[in-house]
């Protein structure tokens, strides 16, 4: 209100010059950004309240068949008596696994490609690589996804996946080859060409007299790069990873594609049958149940849902932050791009 | 010989790499040129089945029913909707994003909001899209934004172009910000000094000086922007309606459009993978070709400012 009585009287007076106006016309625009933006939080968490109220603390506890539970929430939203009872414990447990798998595989992999690539690679395939990885770090997850579901489910689905093992578990899942092996490959495939670039442009900027007073000082070409470069880069690896994670996290699309239609927590003491039941994660979860929004209980158990992949996503946006504090002395590498 | 005389030579029984340094360059070594071979393999592998079932009037043939996967047309209406969601998004992100970046690095005052406002953009940067088209499908039903989408018996659809792009633009936006941001950074202080001892205000300092300088970077965090809003799926599936066709509401053309429904290249290659609703495996990979080729323009755009504004040299 304030602003626009002062802009009433401009007219007359010019009590603000052209210069404070912007300056306040930009102010507000980012104060509107902000507040809009943290709404949403509110908004989100409150719409998923009801679902968390109703369960408590075992909203993230396991017990009976998840499915089903979202069937009866869904079906409950009609009959005018809603339902909330909801075990997400399968769901938190299948994107724990393909989040964690992935990202700890791509990350070893990536760190090594990198430091490969700036410092190993001939200059000619470093030419040829780098364009090729921001390619692929730009490739819509859906692609991934199409790739997944139509080569490698059906290669696990007929190499990996013996007629024996698939009896033994047909009363409680179909083993189609949409499996969590299937979606941890894909997922790293997926996000290591973001670390890879990340990773990359820090290791490029560290300063090249660092190394060679390391080569100078005796030290062989492998152990100063991954003593010196890769210490030093330390902000970027962080920045990569954050970056990473959150986009293996937030995957809807590619893992409900290649990971299957069925919620159930994959479970390790299964042997090699592990790998190849099927999950679905949170994520994967709202996509497919977006028929249902029209159901109020069903409405609120899926925000619930939005609300914890949100809450972990900024958990790890201040962890990453957390992380690189310490290593501010550093210069910061990394930061902005992608 | 060295800088003081002295010789240096390496005793004869000079150490020799450590087994530990040798296997970590050979896993170097390994892992870079697997990579190698599993980048060239995803990208021939789509170029080949694309090229294989692509045909050239797909490219204006809408989809339609039909028998078999030859007479299901093509995907015009897919890129239409590709090109204008992009649109709609970019629209509202670019300026507001622009705006911030702008605020951040010129203003900045006072410092508490400033800080504020930079984690808040920087903790969207990875929030989950699904979450994003979550929240979208509510607000968007909501009364006093019917007009934004169809409506039937006074019930807002929430689905159109409109609520899509909207909710899209929350994906470019933590790009246009940190790119623009980098550009004025870079920018040293004595421009913007030479620009005031020339009596000219900050915003005009800004607008006049700051921002055609930036011009790269802008660009860079716009295209950038635009790849992460092309590649989204599930703010599409989510928000843009079901329809393969371009189904507009009212008779505006352009406002017609945007408040109507359609289908994107990923939601239409998420609908024909075996997983969807069409399953058209083939239809998926000339889609997904297409939209690779999308991308593969985007980067080069990137590329190209970004090398610009690496030209740029202050002193």
Redesign the interface.
């Known amino acids: 209100m304030a602003v626009v009585d002062e802009f009433l009287l401009d007219a007359e007076e010019p009590r603000f010059?052209?210069?404070q106006r912007?300056?306040l016309w930009?102010?507000a625009?980012?104060?509107g950004?902000?507040i809009a933006?943290?709404a949403?939080v509110v908004?989100?968490v409150a719409?998923g309240w009801p679902s968390f109220v109703h369960n408590g603390l075992s909203w993230f506890a396991s017990g009976g068949k998840v499915d089903a539970q979202l069937t009866r929430i869904a079906q409950s939203g009609a009959s005018g008596k809603a339902v909330y009872t909801f075990r997400a414990w399968p769901l938190i447990w299948s994107t724990f696994l393909t989040t964690a798998g992935a990202v700890v595989i791509s990350f070893i992999?990536s760190l090594?490609?990198a430091?490969?690539?700036v410092e190993?690679?001939p200059v000619p395939?470093q030419r040829l690589?780098e364009?090729?990885?921001?390619?692929?770090a730009?490739?819509?997850?859906?692609?991934y996804?199409?790739?997944g579901?139509?080569?490698v489910v059906p290669f696990i689905f007929h190499h990996l996946i013996s007629n024996q093992m698939e009896t033994s578990v047909t009363p409680v899942i179909p083993l189609s080859g949409?499996s969590l092996l299937a979606a941890v490959l894909i997922l790293t495939?997926m996000i290591?060409p973001i670390m890879?670039s990340i990773f990359v442009e820090g290791l490029r900027a560290v300063p090249r007299s660092w190394l060679e007073g390391s080569i100078a000082l005796g030290v062989?070409r492998?152990?100063s790069f991954?003593n010196v470069a890769v210490l030093t880069a330390r902000p970027a690896l962080i920045s990569g990873t954050?970056?990473a994670t959150?986009r293996a996290?937030?995957?809807?699309?590619m893992l409900?594609?290649v990971g299957g239609?069925t919620g159930f927590a994959p479970n390790p003491a299964d042997g090699l049958l592990f790998f190849v039941e099927p999950s679905r994660g949170l994520?994967a979860t709202?996509?497919q149940q977006?028929d249902n929004?029209g159901s109020a209980p069903m409405?609120h158990t899926?925000?619930a849902i939005?609300a914890v992949?949100?809450f972990s996503?900024?958990m790890?946006?201040?962890s990453g932050?957390a992380a690189k504090q310490p290593m501010k002395r550093y210069f910061n590498v990394g930061?902005?791009?992608? | 010989m060295s800088a003081t005389g002295a010789p240096i030579h390496l005793p004869a029984d000079a150490p020799a790499w450590r087994l530990r340094d040798r296997l970590g360059l050979a896993f170097a070594w390994l892992t870079g040129l697997l990579f190698c071979a599993v980048c060239a393999a995803i990208v021939v592998f789509l170029v080949v089945q694309g090229v294989r079932y692509l045909r050239p009037d797909m490219l204006w043939t809408n989809p339609k029913v039909g028998f078999n996967q030859n007479e299901t047309g093509g995907f015009l209406a897919e890129i239409i909707g590709t090109v204008l969601v992009t649109g709609t998004a970019l629209v509202i992100a670019v300026p507001v994003g622009v705006g911030v970046a702008v605020w951040l690095t010129e203003y900045g005052r006072p410092r508490g909001l400033a800080r504020v406002v930079e984690s808040t953009v920087e903790m969207f940067a990875g929030a989950p899209s699904i979450v994003l088209a979550l929240f979208g499908v509510i607000v968007f039903q909501a009364p006093f934004l019917a007009f934004l989408s169809a409506t039937t018996q006074g019930h807002a659809y929430g689905k159109s172009f409109f609520a899509a792009g909207a909710i899209l633009s929350l994906l470019a936006l933590p790009i246009v910000v940190a790119n623009v941001r980098e550009g004025l950074r870079a920018i040293p202080d004595h421009v913007r000094e030479a620009s005031y001892a020339l009596g000219k205000t900050k915003i005009t300092t800004i607008r006049r000086v700051l921002l055609p300088a930036a011009r790269p970077s802008v660009i860079t965090g716009t295209m950038i922007g635009a790849g992460h809003v092309i590649g989204d799926t599930a703010i599409i599936v989510l928000l843009l309606g079901d329809t393969y066709t371009l189904q507009a509401v009212g008779h505006i053309p352009l406002l017609g459009a945007l408040r109507g429904t359609d289908s994107t290249l990923t939601s239409f290659i998420y609908a024909n993978a075996p997983t969807g609703d069409l399953n058209q495996p083939q239809k998926a990979y000339a889609a997904a070709v297409v939209l690779l080729a999308m991308v593969f323009l985007l980067n080069i755009v990137v590329d190209i400012s970004g090398r610009k504004a690496r030209e740029l040299k202050w002193t």
């Open positions: 010059s052209e210069d912007a300056e930009l102010g625009l980012v104060c950004v902000v933006l943290l949403m908004f989100i719409q992999a090594f490609v430091v490969f690539m190993f690679a395939l690589l364009p090729v990885i921001r390619l692929l730009s490739v819509p997850s859906v692609i996804g199409l790739i579901v139509l080569v949409e495939f290591s890879i062989n492998w152990r991954w954050v970056l959150a996290l937030g995957e809807a699309v409900s594609m239609t994520a709202i996509l977006n929004f409405k899926l925000f939005a992949l949100l996503s900024l790890l946006s201040l932050w930061g902005a791009t992608a």
